[in-house]
């Protein structure tokens, strides 16, 4: 036979520690098995299921009285023991062993201090009938010491028990609850030779055996007898027959309430199943329609997500297509004077960027086919045509206005009896004031700059021709020579001395005019090269001499023709020559020079007796 738990020291000892500090001592712990009955709660399957538990019987004594208690222990995660519920041996009212188990091995205890009483209570499961025993005999012994009664065993024999008792005197160990002299609870342990008169002395009590006494004194069971004993036992089985017929009549009505109650339950619980099936149908809608919602949540939020993205792109895009009111001011209707150039170069230079940053390279591809972008590309151009057409309007009427004031300006000239020489640096630098203006107008619109070039030219050169005339006219005035050219060709040798000397003094004089006014032409084309914007290498090296001028200009001011442009593009030293920037150099020297030529009629017809030599050979 294997060992029962009721014997497993192990088991008692897991079992006192989980109930360690409330003062009980565990009389007995054996496994059971926890399981519901058929009329018990059926809404979840895991009800119906065996659970293993630990039955333990306990004692604690308490102001001179010891109280028993039955404690449910169920293991927890770890495989420990812990109590799970607690019940009184006191309210004990009922021990039954279900007819429905042939093994007989499970059984449930009714405590009649239950809540409801119309829930099943649980039936425990042993592993055998002698496991059962052990308990029942532990659960009787310790009711009728400690309590001084007995609860209703129903299911099971006494006689039974008492002779599973007798049987087993060797294995079975009974523990019974007494009081030592301070009132405290000691188990004590029974011998075996006394175990069957306790069993049957507390199984069977004095006054049920004096009730079998006198029922069986009822019945002589006397030889002579047999016959009438016979008679009598018939007689007792019609009349209990009879009873049993008068019984029944009499429960017809309550039969047929009974039959009619159970119609009505079972038209409502079809009622209830079909009510149920709607309910499912029902919720299988809702669940479809839970799942249709967050599949629609799912999607808004994507598109949510989304288009938060597009607006914040949105922005950005806005925002590089947004014209500064201030730059469209200054684009549209500003004025170009001086104190407002700065903000005209801000407005220039982000025009520049806006319309850069429009072009493929610079925006997403699928972004310039946009109608705002187009339509803002658009408006770029327009402000900047009319922007370029506003500043090459006033570029050209500047140049024109600064030249007449030069021109109107006498002390500008020669003049009777001062010889004069030419000085721009005035011009220059009012004019190196719209360096970068033109700079930004050429890449706006490099067309723009042929007639703003023509306009300089055609200005300069009405300044340049009358600079020269007057210089001319003083120079001849104050040459002193011969003007008749007879005497030149028909002197005598004594007079050629004569002669040689006034011929030197017309050439030192052709000289000095040709010594100012070509380091001046020279000068002007290089800052006609730079100022607008030809992409071709200086006419003078910086710190060159022109015609023995080791200063490099002919005045003493050195850094005239330094108008700051190379500070906007710094790269314009690497670029190599354009031919056709080249060529449009040539053909605007030819406007910005032409009838200089007149300067050398000027001296013929002064000084006719002199061989004149070309200007641009010296």
């Known amino acids: 036979m294997a060992k029962s738990s009721a014997d497993d020291a192990e088991l008692r000892r897991a079992c006192e520690a989980a109930i360690e500090g ?80 042939p093994s007989g091995c499970t059984f449930t205890l009714g405590f009649d201090n239950l809540r409801s009483q119309s829930v099943a209570p649980p039936q425990w499961t042993m592993r055998n009938v002698d496991d059962r025993n052990h308990l029942l005999f532990c659960i009787l012994n310790i009711s009728k010491d400690v309590l001084g009664r007995l609860p209703k065993v129903v299911g099971i024999d006494v006689v039974e028990m008492a002779l599973w008792a007798k049987e087993n005197t060797g294995t079975v160990s009974k523990q019974r609850v007494q009081h030592d002299g301070h009132g405290s609870p000691v188990a004590v342990n029974v011998d075996d030779g006394e175990l069957n008169v306790t069993v049957e002395r507390e199984l069977v009590s004095q006054a049920e055996e004096e009730d079998m006494e006198a029922l069986l004194d009822t019945y002589v069971m006397g ?82 997500v989304n288009n938060q993205a597009l607006i914040e792109e949105l922005d950005k895009l806005v925002e590089r297509l947004r014209v500064p009111s201030d730059y469209a001011v200054c684009l549209t209707g500003g004025t170009f004077d001086e104190a407002r150039m700065l903000q005209n170069i801000e407005a220039c230079e982000w025009l520049t960027r806006a319309l850069h940053g429009l072009e493929v390279p610079n925006i ?11 339509e803002k590309r658009a408006e770029l151009e327009k402000l900047k045509a009319t922007f370029v057409r506003r500043a090459s309007e006033f570029l050209r009427n500047y140049f024109a206005s600064l030249v007449d004031f030069m021109i109107s300006d006498k002390s500008y000239f020669s003049q009777r009896g001062q010889l004069k020489r030419p000085d721009h640096a005035d011009l220059r630098y009012k004019c190196r004031t719209y360096a970068r203006l033109l700079q930004h107008l050429k890449s706006l619109d490099k067309n723009c700059l042929v007639p703003l070039r023509k306009a300089y030219c055609g200005s300069l050169n009405l300044l340049l021709r009358r600079e020269a005339r007057e210089f001319a006219n003083e120079l001849r005035a104050s040459t002193k020579a011969s003007r008749n050219p007879t005497v030149w060709l028909e002197s005598t040798t ?125």
């Open 22 to 101: 409330t003062k009980q001592k565990v009389v007995m712990s054996i496994r059971v098995a926890k399981s519901r009955g058929v009329w018990g709660k059926s809404g979840k399957l895991g009800r119906q299921m065996a659970k293993p538990r630990v039955l333990a019987v306990s004692t604690k004594q308490k102001a001179g009285r010891t109280k028993a208690f039955l404690r449910v222990m169920k293991y927890s995660t770890g495989g420990v023991l812990e109590p799970a519920k607690l019940y009184k041996l006191k309210h004990l009212s009922k021990v039954e062993v279900i007819a429905n188990d």
């Open 494 to 618: 004594g007079s050629n001395q004569n002669a040689q000397t006034d011929t030197s003094a017309v050439s030192e004089a052709y000289a000095k005019m040709l010594t100012i006014f070509i380091p001046l032409l020279v000068d002007e084309s290089s800052f006609f090269a730079h100022f607008m914007c030809f992409e071709v290498p200086a006419l003078v090296p910086p710190g060159g001499a022109v015609n023995g001028n080791k200063g490099g200009s002919y005045d003493n001011d050195a850094d005239d023709d330094d108008l700051g442009i190379m500070d906007i593009d710094d790269n314009d030293s690497n670029a190599g020559k354009s031919a056709a920037d080249l060529t449009a150099l040539n053909e605007s020297l030819q406007d910005l020079l032409d009838g200089i030529q007149v300067m050398k009629m000027l001296l013929a017809l002064s000084f006719p007796w002199t061989i004149i030599v070309p200007w641009y050979s010296y």
């Open 364 to 374: 997403d591809p699928s972004y310039a086919n946009m109608r705002s972008v187009r």
């Open 223 to 304: 030889i002579g007898e047999a016959e009438a004993f016979s008679e009598r036992l018939k007689r007792e089985l019609l009349a209990l027959e009879a009873a049993n017929v008068h019984a029944i009549v009499e429960s017809e009505p309550l039969i047929d309430q009974v039959l009619q109650g159970l119609e009505e339950a079972t038209i409502c619980v079809d009622d209830m199943d079909e009510w149920l099936s709607i309910f499912n149908v029902k919720l299988r809608h809702m669940r479809e329609d839970i799942e249709s919602i967050e599949t629609r949540n799912n999607k808004l939020e994507m598109q949510s």
